[in-house]
């Protein structure tokens, strides 16, 4: 069970929906590849304090639809208005098939209560794409995501105005041309080389908008890093850490199913500090926490700074 997505609900109740693999499965290839014995679903796990968790759902969202029957896993929830929305990777292939990547796709699912959950369809674009995160600011609604299809990257899109309606997210994915949803390209550094990919939705604080997401070297080492959007226009890069803010150290986090990984699906701010909910190792589920004092002053003045030849 790894991969968490947290929210926090009015009533001073914790909830993390987990990545869970049932069955277990065999490693084919160097990383991402697994036999046809692989499949995953959302549990649901529920607290009083963001740090101490028990399962109240082994199920709560299955793999019932073509386009997820392989797979449900790394949720992130945000809430908009009195829904929650749950973005997951939707498996409809797999993972074990040559054509493996043709079948990953971001879905939506939703709740208002945590008990009951609505599927609302696939909603990323029709190419290898995964991590979608909805999340409003000033009054707009934004679309986070990962394109699969060539480097690593991170993107942004504005979503459209019915977030329920598989249509009118085909509508906003007819004009092929992405590029211009870029947000942030991997870095030439050792350590976010290889793709920037999103982690938890995007948190609203005085400064702009807190995104914690997972930067990925080109020696396959998954790492936890920062930036800071601007609240008005998301596209906007203020600040971002100049390093790690966490990094594999511990057994559970070098050794697993995948070694040397920390992957943040979910995020929170309790009594002034961050808690970040990753998944370890692609085994277990973990959370971390730092101060907001720490954490602002982490934070740099943003300079792009993209690798000069994208590894193919």
Not at 30 to 54: I, K, M, R
Not at 190 to 200: C, K
Request: overall charge negative; hydrophobic content about 35%; glycine content about 8%.
């Amino acid at each position: 069970a790894f991969n968490p997505g947290a929210a926090a609900t009015d009533d001073g109740r914790y909830h993390m929906l987990v990545r869970a693999v049932p069955r277990g499965y065999a490693k084919t290839g160097a990383v991402n590849q697994f036999d046809d014995n692989y499949t995953s679903h959302l549990s649901l796990w529920e607290g009083s304090s963001p740090v101490n968790f028990c399962e109240t759902n082994p199920a709560a969202i299955k793999p019932d639809q073509p386009y997820d029957k392989f797979g449900v896993e790394d949720p992130r929830i945000s809430k908009i208005g009195d829904t929650w929305y749950i973005c997951y990777t939707a498996l409809a292939k797999g993972l074990g098939q040559p054509d493996a990547g043709d079948g990953i796709r971001i879905a939506l699912a939703s709740t208002k209560d945590f008990r009951t959950f609505t599927k609302h369809g696939i909603i990323g674009p029709d190419s290898r794409s995964k991590a979608g995160a909805l999340f409003e600011s000033e009054g707009k609604t934004w679309f986070m995501w990962k394109d699969e299809e060539g480097v690593e990257r991170t993107m942004l899109s504005p979503a459209p105005d019915n977030i329920e309606d598989p249509q009118a997210w085909k509508e906003l994915w007819a004009d092929k041309n992405i590029q211009h949803h870029q947000l942030l390209a991997p870095q030439d550094n050792s350590y976010e080389d290889m793709g920037i990919e999103p982690g938890a939705p995007p948190i609203e604080i005085d400064e702009g908008l807190l995104v914690v997401y997972s930067s990925i070297s080109s020696d396959f080492k998954w790492t936890i890093s920062l930036m800071l959007l601007d609240k008005r226009d998301p596209g906007k890069i203020l600040a971002k850490t100049d390093a790690p803010v966490l990094t594999p150290a511990e057994t559970y986090e070098l050794k697993g199913d995948v070694n040397s990984v920390v992957f943040p699906c979910g995020a929170l701010i309790s009594n002034n500090h961050l808690y970040v909910y990753y998944g370890a190792a692609d085994t277990v589920t973990a959370v971390a926490s730092e101060s907001m004092n720490v954490i602002r002053a982490a934070l740099l003045p943003f300079e792009d700074r993209p690798v000069r030849a994208p590894h193919p």
